[in-house]
């Protein structure tokens, strides 16, 4: 779990100053730790002169594997759902802090495609250890970066 947030914290900070510093960028506001925004799963908030937009950031370590990881179950224990079928989040910053490869997918198209793609991806599950001894399982299906890139219209890539 430890590694997890590590993870999560480099892509945070790496995303927000990269954000920051693009010409039409006028403001970032980090919201992961405000209860209305965990709700509905959204971490940044970008104003620029078009409006302002709902981001979700998902740190990834595992960038040799050219897959995305879609989380479908977040804590299969509790029965909650992956941030990827709940966010409330206009895109889905998906970046791998080792090799700093973002991409960034508009959340409604990707998840429309998904939906009607999800049976053609292997599932897989991971446990996370906690600390009283016991653990929890997400679940989420994998997710060829290339063939997401080209079947979802509006998919970026930049490399920071």
Same mark, same amino acid.
């Given at each position: 779990?430890?590694?997890?947030?590590?993870?999560?914290?480099?892509?945070?900070?790496?995303?927000?100053?990269?954000? *920051?510093?693009?010409?039409?960028?006028?403001?970032?506001?980090?919201?992961?730790?405000?209860?209305?925004?965990?709700?509905?799963?959204?971490?940044?908030?970008?104003?620029?002169?078009?409006?302002?937009?709902?981001?979700?950031? =998902? *740190?990834?370590?595992?960038?040799?594997? *050219?897959?995305?990881? /879609?989380?479908?179950?977040?804590?299969?224990?509790?029965?909650?759902?992956?941030?990827?079928?709940?966010?409330?989040?206009? /895109?889905?910053?998906?970046? /791998?802090?080792?090799?700093?490869?973002?991409?960034?997918?508009?959340?409604?198209?990707?998840?429309?495609?998904?939906?009607?793609?999800?049976?053609?991806?292997?599932?897989?599950?991971?446990?996370?250890?906690?600390?009283?001894?016991?653990?929890?399982?997400?679940?989420?299906?994998?997710?060829?970066? =290339?063939?997401?890139?080209?079947?979802?219209?509006?998919?970026? /890539?930049?490399?920071?």
């Amino acid at each position: 779990m430890v590694e997890g947030l590590r993870v999560t914290a480099i892509a945070m900070e790496e995303i927000q100053s990269w954000l *920051g510093a693009r010409p039409k960028t006028l403001t970032v506001r980090d919201v992961s730790s405000e209860h209305e925004y965990q709700r509905i799963d959204v971490d940044l908030l970008v104003t620029t002169p078009t409006g302002e937009f709902k981001l979700e950031i =998902k *740190g990834d370590r595992w960038d040799g594997t *050219g897959n995305f990881f /879609f989380e479908t179950v977040s804590n299969r224990e509790k029965g909650t759902p992956g941030c990827f079928l709940y966010t409330q989040a206009d /895109f889905l910053l998906y970046y /791998f802090v080792k090799s700093r490869e973002l991409y960034i997918l508009p959340m409604r198209a990707a998840r429309h495609w998904f939906a009607i793609h999800e049976q053609r991806f292997p599932e897989r599950a991971t446990t996370t250890p906690l600390a009283n001894g016991r653990h929890y399982t997400t679940v989420g299906r994998l997710v060829p970066i =290339k063939q997401a890139a080209q079947e979802i219209a509006g998919v970026a /890539f930049f490399q920071l």
